[in-house]
């Protein structure tokens, strides 16, 4: 049989990583920031190789005690450097496998001087693994891959194997948002999610017409507003 190229190499057998983790080139000073700057935020040991008995982590001692977000695929980072500035109070963990977007977001943390953020550049589902139940406050999942053809659909984030995991770590009553300018990905989102443990907030229209009050547009939603399309924010509650 042949081998499964696609398989991140720090990751099970079991779990294939699907989606880019290498792109254009990175420039001398990504490489840089790469180097210096990214095990210092690591949240700790998650692939693996690091960790093949899969010794849970304290996501409340990353941060002193602090509550504890997590952003989803961070893509460059925008929101994920917004929310920390924003909320010192809080700690942000990202999961970003696509090693570009890891990259930019180090240069953000580089200028803004950022302490409450920690980075794991690998599959989400890796971190899960390791965090306790009812751990985490906040989760953000912001313009996903919508993986388009029917056959894909399987590999979205809104499949019970990403949203099992998370119902398991957020706490009652957390917050989890939803952003996609992908209609199908609505439909899917919208069945899916409440039938792991979740309820969708919206009581009218605007609710997920109107981006959040402390939202900043990315470059993704900018990208879907050139193209014509319609961005949805959903929210939801952990039950």
């Known amino acids: 049989m042949a081998e499964n190229t696609n398989r991140h190499p720090k990751s099970p057998p079991w779990r294939t990583l699907h989606g880019r983790r290498r792109g254009r080139h990175l420039r001398d000073n990504q490489r840089v920031w790469l180097n210096e700057d990214l095990q210092a935020l690591s949240p700790g040991s998650v692939t693996w190789d690091e960790n093949p008995d899969r010794t849970p982590l304290d996501p409340g001692a990353l941060f002193g005690g602090k509550p504890v977000w997590l952003e989803i695929g961070f893509g460059g980072g925008e929101h994920m450097v917004h929310q920390a500035a924003r909320a010192p109070d809080v700690g942000i963990i990202g999961c970003e496998p696509y090693i570009k977007g890891v990259a930019m977001l180090l240069g953000k943390l580089r200028r803004m001087r950022l302490d409450n953020v920690r980075i794991h550049p690998g599959d989400v589902r890796d971190l899960f693994d390791l965090l306790p139940d009812a751990s985490v406050s906040r989760a953000f999942l912001l313009y996903p891959d919508p993986w388009p053809k029917t056959r894909h659909h399987r590999r979205r984030f809104v499949t019970p194997d990403y949203l099992e995991p998370l119902a398991r770590v957020l706490k009652p009553g957390a917050v989890f948002r939803v952003a996609t300018d992908i209609p199908d990905y609505v439909r899917q989102t919208l069945q899916e999610v409440p039938a792991h ?30 193209a014509g399309r319609v961005p949805h924010y959903l929210t939801f509650r952990k039950c």
């Not at 979740?198 to 009050?213: C, G, I, K, N, T």
């Open 197 to 226: 443990g979740f309820e969708w907030l919206a009581e009218s229209a605007q609710d997920w017409r109107d981006p959040w009050a402390d939202w900043p547009s990315t470059r993704y939603e900018q990208k879907a507003l050139r």
